[in-house]
């Protein structure tokens, strides 16, 4: 089955850092792009980052821009989100999705509805 479990999530102060890991099983993780999105209470979806399956484009949501980094290591099926300077309003649920690309050139969104795979999440809590 395909399977996405997040990992790294926790507590920090205003300005640290946090390091998130998403891993994959049940597919290869060459064949998708994958999105990191957040959501906090009573918030909409945010798609946060995105990286492509081979190539490794990557996209930012205004919000994160100059404070988060999205990569992938395709070997250990990992996608990791390194964070920070966090604020206050980073504080949310950080899910990763993927979507396959069939070999495609398929474009790397921030729109999590385009990603057919979600995993659990992990709670990022930046707060003094």
């Known amino acids: 089955q395909v399977r996405l479990v997040e990992s790294g999530g926790g507590t920090v102060q205003p300005g640290g850092s946090l390091r998130l890991s998403c891993e994959a099983s049940?597919?290869?993780?060459?064949?998708?792009?994958i999105l990191w999105f957040r959501q906090a209470p009573g918030k909409e979806r945010e798609g946060v980052s995105s990286?492509?399956?081979?190539?490794?484009?990557?996209h930012y949501a205004d919000s994160v821009k100059g404070r988060f980094t999205i990569s992938r290591d395709n070997a250990k099926k990992t996608v990791y989100l390194q964070m920070g300077s966090l604020k206050p309003e980073d504080t949310a649920v950080y899910y990763c999705?993927?979507?396959?690309?069939?070999?495609?050139?398929?474009?790397?969104?921030?729109?999590?509805?385009?990603?057919?795979?979600w995993g659990q999440g992990t709670q990022v809590t930046v707060s003094s």
């Open positions: 999705a993927a979507k396959p690309t069939y070999g495609q050139t398929v474009m790397t969104g921030l729109t999590p509805d385009e990603y057919g795979y």
């Open positions: 990286i492509s399956s081979r190539i490794g484009i990557t």
């Open positions: 049940g597919f290869s993780l060459r064949d998708y792009n």
